[in-house]
């Protein structure tokens, strides 16, 4: 959600390069993107609402000169998405991008207008720029003058500042928002994160909570929040300049699908120890002793949260284990009873740097709790912040639908549900043996599920036509209907909703008609005759249903549904990670016969860094 690129450049054409940076940000949403540039100590600015296209355009025709210069792709908050709104925005000598959302703006833009200070925009991030122009009016220096305003600051922000006349200068701050430094060769770089930065150098630091960064060509100093000069440690960021490319698919979200072969295959292989047929999990043996785990509590947002729902029924049912799942939104807010002792808290995020999930991550640390989290970037702030990381090798997620990152975090869930159940006692090692080797089967399985894209995109033609879909699944499976419900609105526009099988007649059953599509995610398992029913009461009342199941179901089911998707056979301990499979195609085909912006859905972000 919204990107950050500044630079230091030493020659060539900020501007340029700016744009570079921004094209790789794309995957994070915005609707308005915009750069500034310092000329022979001028600044010049060229903004456009829509699409990076846009500003290209912009630039072709009134281009802007320069080799120091900050870029900016915002999604808005604060004000519609307009070029007015756009960053970088302007007060006096000073040029500034924010990411963010500053929560006492009101206030302080009122104090600003009292004092003459006249605004352009309806953002909060022009405060900040006002903000410290008003303290170099005052007397203070350009570093100075941001540190004064950034002590008045409240809410999340990451900050990257240019000055008039100040061509060797570049200023960072971060709070709540990630900002890193890329080190150059006579040049310096800041991004919102390392994928900003890869085009030009692979030396990275990470800024921490409360850190300010002053950056000249050749040096950078860091100040932490207390204004202590500090010292970050520098990151080869190796695969930080491979260039990500859509290849011969049509979208990332395509190929990111067509990628989990290869990315749950990394990510088991993290943890799965195949000679001893038992799961390792990385990091400290010795962070979570899961024998003495009494309350799990695990939270996330969006498509994360339903990878905890999948694993709250595994963690129940194998490691025997109690376990409350929360949206990370709401945690916090409805003040959680946690346990004084033997409580754990096991976050999901695919960035590592989702606002809601960490701020409820750190309410969870003040109350004593340990921490974990299952996280695709190993260098975010959760990450860096818990005690136990269960990394996702999913590579980098370009698609803003979750796709490959979704698949990734069950198979780090289900390993970790494996090790609880051993450490607690609740599985035998033959148990133990038959849920590896369960799980060290999915991508194989997926590679099968393949066979069935081209079925699924036949039956997007009459599906796209739908204006409500509703999704239905039984036990671990329920999530997996949410996440297909989910995956079809974010990217077709289409009304879905997923329900619990069971509570169909308790109010969703008065929306079938011929004209709503009923979507049931139901595997040949313990519960499927219960399913079986409740796709029989659709029938009856003349609803159009899709059953995802493998062929024993299919048959089971006869005449009944409208479509069928017949699903390989395997385990149920394993079934939600291969049944994501179709829903996702599903959601795709959907959105490409309607014509959607697939990878880039409006009004939706890949990293959500503001609450």
């Not at 953002?123 to 540190?147: F, Q, R, W, Y």
């Not at 195609?585 to 859905?601: C, F, N, R, S």
């Amino acid at each position: 959600m919204c990107g950050i690129i500044g630079i230091l450049g030493k020659q060539g054409s900020a501007a340029e390069r700016a744009m570079e940076a921004l094209k790789r940000l794309e995957y994070r949403g915005y609707d308005s993107a915009g750069i500034a540039t310092l000329n022979d100590g001028q600044l010049g600015r060229r903004r456009a609402a829509g699409k990076l296209s846009n500003l290209q355009t912009l630039l072709q025709e009134e281009p802007i000169s320069g080799a120091t210069g900050i870029g900016h792709t915002r999604w808005a908050t604060h004000g519609a998405a307009t070029t007015s709104n756009a960053h970088p925005h302007f007060a006096g000598p000073v040029a500034l991008v924010h990411n963010g959302i500053i929560e006492n703006f009101r206030t302080l833009r009122s104090d600003l207008e009292a004092k003459g200070h006249k605004f352009e925009t309806e953002t909060d991030s022009e405060t900040v720029a006002h903000l410290i122009s008003a303290n170099m009016t005052a007397g203070a220096d350009p570093v100075a003058a941001v540190k004064s305003a950034l002590s008045n600051l409240e809410g999340a922000f990451a900050l990257c500042i240019l000055f008039e006349g100040r061509e060797d200068l570049l200023v960072g701050a971060r709070k709540g928002s990630p900002l890193v430094i890329g080190v150059g060769d006579g040049e310096m770089f800041l991004g919102s994160d390392a994928l900003a930065v890869a085009p030009f150098t692979n030396r990275v630091v990470y800024l921490e909570e409360g850190d300010c960064c002053v950056l000249s060509h050749t040096s950078y100093t860091i100040f932490d929040e207390a204004g202590a000069e500090v010292r970050r440690p520098e990151t080869i960021v190796q695969a930080a300049g491979a260039t990500v490319e859509k290849g011969n698919y049509r979208h990332f979200m395509q190929k990111e699908i067509f990628e989990q072969p290869d990315s749950t295959a990394r990510t088991i292989g993290a943890y799965v120890n195949a000679f001893e047929q038992m799961v390792e999990l990385p990091g400290d043996d010795n962070a979570i002793d899961w024998s003495e785990i009494t309350h799990l509590h695990m939270v996330a947002c969006g498509t994360a949260y339903y990878a905890t729902c999948v694993a709250e029924y595994w963690f129940e049912q194998i490691a025997h284990m109690p376990v409350k799942t929360d949206i990370a939104s709401e945690f916090r807010y409805r003040q959680p009873a946690l346990p004084k002792s033997g409580g754990l808290a096991l976050f999901v995020s695919q960035s590592g740097e989702t606002a809601d999930t960490l701020a409820a991550l750190r309410y969870c640390k003040e109350a004593g709790l340990k921490t974990a989290a299952v996280v695709n970037v190993p260098t975010s702030t959760i990450a860096r912040e818990v005690d136990l990381v269960l990394p996702t090798l999913a590579g980098p997620e370009i698609g803003v639908a979750s796709t490959k990152a979704f698949t990734a975090q069950l198979c780090a869930l289900a390993a970790a549900v494996i090790a609880a159940g051993k450490a607690r006692g609740t599985l035998d090692r033959e148990q133990e043996v038959s849920l590896v080797n369960a799980l060290s089967g999915v991508p194989r399985l997926i590679s099968e599920g393949f066979a069935l894209d081209e079925p699924i995109a036949a039956l997007a033609y009459d599906l796209s036509k739908a204006r409500d879909v509703i999704y239905l699944g039984r036990g671990v499976h329920y999530p997996i209907a949410l996440e297909g419900a989910l995956k079809l609105k974010e990217i077709s526009y289409i009304h879905a909703e997923g329900y619990a099988s069971g509570e169909l007649k308790h109010g969703p059953i008065a929306l079938i008609d011929e004209d709503t599509p009923v979507v049931f995610v139901a595997p040949h398992d313990t519960l499927f005759d219960k399913s079986l029913s409740n796709l029989q009461e659709v029938a009856a009342r003349r609803g159009n249903v899709l059953l995802i199941s493998d062929a024993k179901g299919l048959e089971q089911a006869g005449d009944t549904p409208a479509y069928g998707i017949k699903m390989p056979a395997c385990d149920p301990f394993i079934a939600p990670i291969l049944y994501s499979l179709p829903v996702q195609l599903l959601a795709y085909h959907i959105a490409v016969e309607k014509g959607t912006d697939v990878d880039q859905p409006r009004n939706l972000a890949k990293s959500v860094t503001v609450e």
